[in-house]
């Protein structure tokens, strides 16, 4: 390469060949310059190279993780909770709600402390008997034996909440009123998953109803008269269904024979002004008029 050079630069004046290599520095410098504009950090400035004290340091360091472009999130599942569509859940609120209530049972008084005074002690109401029935004692606060429990059910038979609501036409305010009528709840027998039934005496129940109502006979005008309306609203339910099932059926009969009707013409007429022929459906009456040529 040298050897051409020195061929090439044979035939050029010493003049010349200065001239060259001035417009070559001016060109290095103006490069350098340039570079030195666009990266601002200069051979000067740059930093040592690390020690090896250093390098050690550096190596000792955990390495990061590498960043990646969608960001990942990790979740402790153990302590999530569900949270049923966005609302806050209390955990013991949950708990106590998911667990079932148990049935407990009334505690009932077995043993009554009776008094050396015989007329001090709680007799049956019926037969004066001092051995009282446990339940009608301790829930219903009636003082009643089991046998006249048993031979008087037309007063101390059990009735449910649906029985007190319709055979003696009382509300739901009123028997969940305590202080009126004590209540036994246990567990439905249907479902046990229902709520629970509850049990009322009916003595209390038609001495609370005669009072309101007016009176045994006042009670029974009250659920004859629910019974009628009852029946006639029943009855002009099922007349308006009547009446719109014939109008159905009326409607799609003529819409029947309206689309299966043929016309029956009879002779047909030539009118004698304007000649034209006339002929009428003798079972509708549809005139049909045209021109015969």
């Not at 209540?183 to 629970?196: L, M, V």
């Not at 007016?214 to 309306?229: H, I, T, Y």
Request: aromatic share 8%; glycine share 4%.
């Amino acid at each position: 390469m040298s050897e051409e050079k020195s061929e090439v630069n044979s035939g050029l004046s010493e003049e010349q060949l200065l001239r060259i290599e001035a417009n070559r520095q001016a060109a290095l410098k103006k490069l350098s310059e340039k570079q030195s504009a666009t990266n601002p950090t200069t051979t000067e400035n740059k930093p040592l190279p690390p020690s090896s004290e250093s390098t050690q340091a550096t190596a000792e360091k955990p390495k990061k993780a590498l960043k990646r472009n969608n960001p990942y999130y990790e979740y402790d599942l153990t302590n999530m909770v569900d949270t049923r569509g966005g609302f806050l859940v209390d955990e013991e609120a949950e708990e106590e709600g998911s667990k079932k209530k148990k049935y407990e049972p009334p505690k009932l008084i077995n043993d009554l402390a009776l008094s050396i005074n015989p007329e001090e002690n709680p007799k049956c109401k019926e037969c004066g008997s001092i051995e009282l029935d446990p339940i009608f004692l301790t829930i219903f606060n009636l003082h009643v034996c089991s046998k006249c429990k048993e031979e008087f059910p037309e007063k101390f038979s059990l009735i449910t909440k649906t029985e007190a609501k319709e055979d003696y036409l009382l509300t739901d305010p009123e028997l969940k009123d305590r202080d009126l009528f004590p209540c036994w709840k246990k567990p439905n027998p249907r479902k046990s998953t229902w709520n629970d039934m509850m049990l009322f005496v009916r003595e209390q129940v038609e001495e609370f109803a005669f009072k309101k109502w007016g009176g045994e006979e006042a009670l029974d005008a009250e659920f004859e008269r629910r019974q009628n309306d009852k029946k006639k609203r029943k009855d002009k339910k099922f007349r308006a269904q009547l009446a719109d099932l014939r109008r159905r059926t009326r409607t799609s009969t003529w819409e029947k024979k309206r689309v299966e009707h043929v016309h029956d013409y009879d002779e047909p007429i030539e009118d004698q002004e304007t000649g034209e022929m006339t002929q009428t459906c003798k079972s509708c009456g549809f005139k049909l008029s045209y021109d015969e040529l």
